[in-house]
Structures are given as structure tokens and as C-alpha cells.
């Protein structure tokens, strides 16, 4: 499907795209920035062998687009963007990265940069030779990210719990989390030590079982885990997990993770709220990075994990309680609420006409 650039920035509200091509790296990315309103915009580095260009154009939109949700549900005062860099044969990676910092300079603290899928501490130094607006990997930036995402998540899944069994009951618990990378080993860590029976899968064979090894949890087949009876499913891989045929599959209570852009559509959750499962919005429960990071950038502060978990566990207790006296899907309700937000946000930036 072609995706008409202009059309979908007008519809989705898009301030600006750029397409970045290097000649001498041969990188080609795109960079989104959404909205600027009440403070910089946002957004990862995600490193991904889109298929064709138009593919990393969605991706870069709908990911920049959930950032500045993210941004309004959390109350930090800053918008969405993302940069999406097209993985290929033949990129000369460390200077591609560096490329990607001068384009990030260049615009001047508009847009602040940190990891994603794909980029990690390696690629962040390489970025942070050419720009300050970037999340430092070493002890001059905010810590761990991934560590924050997953307290949240973790606090997340507690309110999802309370909210439909008015406890947590961790040891009678079983949880599957798809995807032991940065954000669901933590996950899976966290829960263990409640006493929580987990099972994982991983596409990544070693990662699975280093994570068995050190957890003593039960390991799933990667193509099966969806199918697992449990009360909390909790992806942690990659996003557009759920669609027409995975919705029908699962057999879990609540889905809860940090995945983002879970849903291939906004369809799916309302599936999921007619089948009776709890589907808890990825950009709700998944913004414990954000938080950490937009503090530090803005507020030279580092926030501590736990208070990280505390915000964001409120912020979804919340949800579902207005959810549920609603009747409507959490999603639903948490979609209407961020676009409020930001065109309220925009409405305030706009100067009085006199
Ligand atoms: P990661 O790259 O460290 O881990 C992802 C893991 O998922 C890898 O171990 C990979 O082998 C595995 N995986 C990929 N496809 C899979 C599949 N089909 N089935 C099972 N396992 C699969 O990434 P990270 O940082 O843990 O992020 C995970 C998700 O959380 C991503 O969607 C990311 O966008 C999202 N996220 C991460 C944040 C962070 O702070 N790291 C912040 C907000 C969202």
C-alpha cells in the first residue's frame, strides 16, 4: 500500500518528515517529528530491514504518533517523533549513525533522540559524537531505559490485576512473556520474585535459555506461547503482534507488555473487549523510558524507577476504572483522551490572533 505522505501527515497531524539519505554510509531513514507544541519532540532509533521504504515510512508515522500520546497520558511536557533507519546490506553502520547525529543537531533541540529496537549503547555513542540532544548511554545520561519500561510494565500488570480480581495474588499467577530482550527479561525478573510462575519465549534460542538458566522459568515455543492459558500475556518482542488471527487464539485474562503498536489495528482491542480480555493500551503502560528520559532532558533530574512504577500504575488504575464505568475498551477511552490532549496542547500554543 503506498502510503501518501503529505495526505497522512495532514490527517495524523504530522509537523514534519524528513527523508534522510547518506551517500557515503548509504543509510536511508526517515525522520518524524509530530508535535513540538509544549516541548521537544521524542522518539527512538529504530534499526529494521523494512522490506520496502513505504513500510519504514508507516512505521516511523505510527511510532511517532504514539510517542506523543504517550507524552500527553503521562503528562510530560514534551511531543512524539521517531527515526526509523532501513537496515540493508552494504550500510557502514558507524558512520551512518553518525550521519543521523548531525541531522538531529541540525535541528537544533526540535527533536531529542535516545535507543529502540535495533539501537543500542554501541550506536548511541556514535550518535552522541555529533549531537548533545541525544540519551547518552554512559553514567552522564539517565541510566538504563529499558529498566524504567519495565517497572512500569510490571506496575502496570499489578493494577491490571487489582482492577479486575481487587488484588494481585502474585504466587497463584501464571504469566507468559513473549520476549526476553531488555524490557521482558526485567519483566520476567520482577515477577519471579514475586513468586509468579512464568513462561517465556524467545525467537533468540540462547537468549531463552540463559533466561531459564538464571530464573528457573519454564520456556515456550515461540509460535505457541499465544495459545498458553494464563492471567497475564505479556509481549515484550516486537509490535502488529495482534490481528484477525492472533486475537482469536489467545487464551489469557489481561494483556499487558511493552511492546509498542501491538495492535496492527485499533479494531483489535475492541475484539479483545468482546471477548472479555483485558487489553491494557501499550502506550499507557509502556512509557517508564519516556518518563526517565524526558526528566532528565528537561528537568535534569533522574526519577527514581520505583516512583517510575508508582506514576504509571496509577495512570493505569485510572484508565480502567473510567473504562469500565464507560463500558468501553481501555483503548478507546485512552485514544480519546490523548487526542484531547493534544490538541488541546496545540490550541494553547497557538498565539491569540489580535
Ligand atoms: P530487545 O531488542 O532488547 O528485545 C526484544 C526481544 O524480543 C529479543 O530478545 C528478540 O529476540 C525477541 N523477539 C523478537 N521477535 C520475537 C517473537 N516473534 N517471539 C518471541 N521473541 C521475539 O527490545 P526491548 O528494548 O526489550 O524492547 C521490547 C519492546 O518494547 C519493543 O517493541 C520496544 O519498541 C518496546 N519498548 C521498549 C522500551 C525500552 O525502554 N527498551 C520503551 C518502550 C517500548
Not at 550521519?99 to 537544533?108: C, M, T
Request: aromatic residues 6%.
Amino acid at each position: 500500500m503506498e502510503t501518501r505522505i503529505l495526505a497522512a501527515m495532514a490527517r495524523d497531524g504530522f509537523e514534519r518528515v524528513l527523508a534522510i539519505h547518506d551517500r557515503r554510509s548509504r543509510l536511508r531513514a526517515f525522520l518524524g517529528v509530530h508535535d513540538t507544541s509544549v516541548g521537544p519532540a521524542l522518539g527512538g532509533i529504530r534499526r529494521w530491514a523494512y522490506l520496502e521504504e513505504n513500510q519504514a515510512l508507516r512505521d516511523c508515522l505510527r511510532l511517532a504518533l504514539a510517542m506523543s500520546r504517550k507524552c500527553c497520558l503521562a503528562d510530560v511536557a514534551a511531543g512524539g517523533g521517531k527515526l526509523v533507519l532501513i537496515d540493508a546490506p552494504g550500510v557502514d553502520w558507524e558512520r551512518a549513525y553518525a550521519y543521523v547525529g548531525r541531522v538531529v543537531q541540525s535541528l537544533g533541540g526540535l527533536f531529542y533522540t535516545g535507543p529502540d529496537v535495533g539501537t543500542g549503547e554501541r550506536e548511541l555513542e556514535w550518535v552522541a559524537r555529533a549531537t548533545e540532544f541525544v540519551t547518552h548511554p554512559g553514567p552522564s545520561g539517565p541510566g538504563r531505559l529499558s529498566d524504567a519500561t519495565a517497572e512500569g510494565v510490571f506496575a502496570g500488570i499489578a493494577a491490571a490485576l487489582r482492577h479486575v480480581d481487587g488484588e494481585e495474588d502474585w504466587p497463584r499467577r501464571r504469566v507468559v512473556v513473549q520476549g526476553l530482550g531488555a524490557v521482558g527479561l526485567r519483566l520476567a525478573r520482577r515477577l519471579v520474585e514475586r513468586g509468579v510462575s512464568v513462561v517465556a519465549a524467545d525467537v533468540d534460542g540462547g537468549k531463552a535459555e540463559a533466561a531459564r538458566r538464571e530464573l528457573a522459568i519454564e520456556l515456550a515455543d515461540p509460535s505457541r506461547e499465544l495459545d498458553l492459558s494464563c492471567d497475564v500475556f505479556a509481549p515484550c518482542a516486537l509490535g502488529g503482534i495482534l490481528h484477525d488471527l492472533t486475537v482469536e487464539r489467545l487464551a489469557c485474562r489481561i494483556v499487558a507488555g511493552g511492546a509498542n503498536n501491538v495492535l496492527v489495528r485499533t479494531e483489535h482491542a475492541l475484539r479483545l473487549f468482546e471477548r472479555g480480555i483485558l487489553y491494557v493500551p501499550d502506550f499507557v503502560i509502556n512509557a517508564g523510558a519516556l518518563v526517565r528520559g524526558a526528566t532528565f532532558h528537561l528537568d535534569g533530574r533522574r526519577e527514581p524507577i520505583e516512583r517510575i512504577g508508582e506514576r504509571i500504575g496509577r495512570t493505569t488504575s485510572e484508565l480502567l476504572r473510567r473504562a469500565s464505568e464507560a463500558g468501553e475498551a481501555p483503548e478507546t477511552v485512552a485514544l480519546r483522551e490523548a487526542d484531547r490532549r493534544i490538541t488541546e496542547r496545540r490550541r494553547e500554543d497557538e498565539p491569540a490572533l489580535s
